[in-house]
C-alpha cells in the first residue's frame, strides 16, 4: 500500500507556472504507475498527465500537452507536475494516483478508475 501527499498549489497570475509534487511513502514507490487528475466545481475528474515506473513513458491530456511536464524521482519517492503558461481554466483541485504497475502503459493510464491509490489533492487557482 502507499500512501500520497500533494503540496505546491497555490494562487498563480494566467501565464504563470506552479510545480505540484506527490510524496509516497513506502519501499515501492518505483514499481508504481503515477498519474494526476485534477476536478473543477461542478465537474468530473479528469486526466491530466500520468508517467511509468520508470519515467521513460509519458502521458499527457490534449488540453496541457505543450505546457504541463510530469517526471519522477524515485530516490525522493517523488512524483512532480511542472505546469507552465497557466490558464484559467487549468483551475482546480490537482490529484495525485498510483498503481502497482510495471510496463510502459498505454491509454488506460487515462483511466481515473485503473488507479488504486490518491492522494487528498491541492488547489491551484489561476486568476486572469
Known amino acids: 500500500q502507499v500512501q500520497l501527499v500533494e503540496s505546491g498549489g497555490g494562487l498563480v497570475q494566467a501565464g504563470g507556472s506552479l510545480r505540484l509534487s506527490c510524496a509516497a511513502s513506502?519501499?515501492?514507490?518505483?514499481?508504481?504507475?503515477m498519474g494526476w487528475f485534477r476536478q473543477a466545481p461542478g465537474k468530473e475528474r479528469e486526466f491530466v498527465a500520468a508517467?511509468?515506473?520508470?519515467?521513460?513513458?509519458?502521458y499527457y491530456a490534449d488540453s496541457v500537452k505543450g505546457r504541463f511536464t510530469i517526471s519522477r524521482d524515485n530516490a525522493k519517492n517523488t512524483v512532480y507536475l511542472q505546469m507552465n503558461s497557466l490558464k484559467p481554466e487549468d483551475a482546480a483541485v490537482y490529484y495525485c494516483?498510483?498503481?502497482?504497475?510495471?510496463?510502459?502503459?498505454?491509454?488506460?493510464?487515462?483511466?481515473?478508475?485503473?488507479?488504486?491509490?490518491w492522494g487528498q489533492g491541492t488547489q491551484v487557482t489561476v486568476s486572469s
Open positions: 513506502g519501499r515501492t514507490f518505483s514499481r508504481y504507475a
Open positions: 508517467i511509468n515506473w520508470s519515467g521513460g513513458s509519458t
Open positions: 494516483a498510483a498503481r502497482l504497475h510495471l510496463g510502459s502503459g498505454g491509454d488506460y493510464y487515462r483511466t481515473r478508475t485503473w488507479y488504486e491509490y
